[in-house]
T-cell receptor, first 117, second 114 residues
């Protein structure tokens, strides 16, 4: 059974710091891994998606890496800003060989980030 | 492009009552998902539709939860009767055609069962 763990559970940092959020998963047979952002009272926004054959993806100040063999991914946030305050979730998409278009996402419990001025 | 719409945004009920949530996916999206997110946890998939057919409902508590997507567009999720442990945010998401397509999430319905 795939389990996804995120550490730390919460993080509070001053503005300008570089951050690393960690995600680990128990089964390396994944299709891809995705990082989401969740703001209070709002849905999830996809930040980065890494295919299983890729090692990293970048978007602006965000960089996500994937080491499938060790079951780990990291989300790097450069020069953090108060607007980055949110909960960050990672999710792995399982390989569903026998079922057409089933694409179950298994989510971690999230890291709640607070960036203060 | 309009996003995924959900209603109501908040609902408070007493245990053993019934409740229904509505979701309207992004236009043209064939795949629709319902997730349950309990406080402090990540979302958990309850049911996945491909058009109006169920693809995966393995984690749906079928003794009390039901969902339908009759015309392959909008969907309703019902809980009858509700239990205290059903208190959670219910998220709806849609994607163009499932598989490797990105899922787009709605704002969620926050349910409190007293």
């Amino acid at each position: 059974k795939q389990e996804v763990t995120q550490i730390p559970a919460a993080l509070s940092v001053p503005e300008g710091e570089n951050l690393v959020l960690n995600c680990s998963f128990t089964d390396s047979a994944i299709y891809n891994l995705q990082w989401f952002r969740q703001d209070p009272g709002k849905g999830l926004t996809s930040l980065l998606l890494i295919q299983s054959s890729q090692r990293e993806q970048t978007s602006g100040r965000l960089n996500a890496s994937l080491d499938k063999s060790s079951g780990r991914s990291t989300l790097y946030i450069a020069a953090s800003q108060p607007g980055d305050s949110a909960t960050y979730l990672c999710a792995v998409r399982l390989i569903q060989i026998l079922s057409y278009n089933t694409d179950k996402l298994i989510f971690g419990t999230g890291t709640r980030l607070q960036v203060f001025p | 492009e309009a996003g995924v719409a959900q209603s109501p945004r908040y609902k408070i009920i007493e245990k053993r009552q019934s409740v229904a949530f509505w979701c309207n996916p992004i236009s043209g999206h064939a795949t629709l998902y319902w997730y349950q997110q309990i406080l402090g946890q990540g979302p958990k998939l309850l049911i996945q539709f491909q058009n109006n057919g169920v693809v995966d409902d393995s984690q749906l508590p079928k003794d009390r939860f039901s969902a339908e997507r009759l015309k392959g567009v909008d969907s309703t999720l019902k809980i009858q009767p509700a239990k205290l442990e059903d208190s959670a945010v219910y998220l709806c998401a849609s994607s163009l055609d499932g598989g490797k397509e990105t899922q787009y999430f709605g704002p969620g319905t926050r349910l409190l069962v007293l």
